[in-house]
């Protein structure tokens, strides 16, 4: 077996309108397709990146938080490379979402900080390898 990239990460949400809102005009994530489910009384929402790889956004009725501290074993964080994550982390505070502090990874020496989406799943924003276009994917 050879595994290509990642293709999509699932995401459940509390509630659709405001998550769809904070990945679509907050993180600015292109909308491919939109679907309404009726049997499941349920949205899910297909979300691009500039690679390609997408987000499912999904909403169930009555769907259980999220877990929180301590870490529950399984999914961790999503992680999106940007160029500038100064940047990046400025232009979310200006539309009132919090961000942590800037810190460096000890192994990589880039810079990276975490915020959250409206369901308090973390996010991460990872410093690109300096001179690395964005939405370049590695060969």
């Known amino acids: 077996m050879q595994l290509g990239r990642l293709h999509h990460v699932a995401v459940i949400c509390g ?3 405001v998550s769809k809102r904070f ?3 907050v993180l600015g994530l292109r909308v491919v397709a939109e679907n309404y489910r009726a049997a499941r009384n349920s949205y899910k929402l297909d979300l691009a990146l500039p690679d390609g790889s997408q987000i499912e956004l999904f909403s169930f009725p009555d ?3 999220r877990p929180t501290r301590p870490e529950a ?3 961790r964080h999503l992680a999106f490379e ?3 994550v100064q940047a990046a982390a400025e232009a979310l505070a200006a539309q009132g979402v919090a961000v942590e502090p800037l810190r460096i990874d000890e192994y ?3 810079r990276f900080t975490f915020f959250a989406d409206p369901d308090g799943l973390p996010l991460e924003l990872y410093e690109a ?3 690395t276009p ?3 994917v590695p060969s």
């Open 15 to 17: 509630d659709y309108e």
């Open 23 to 25: 990945y679509t005009e």
């Open 63 to 65: 769907a259980p938080p």
């Open 73 to 75: 074993q399984g999914l």
């Open 82 to 84: 940007v160029p500038d």
């Open 108 to 110: 990589t020496g880039r």
């Open 129 to 131: 390898e300096p001179g």
């Open 134 to 136: 964005p939405g370049a």
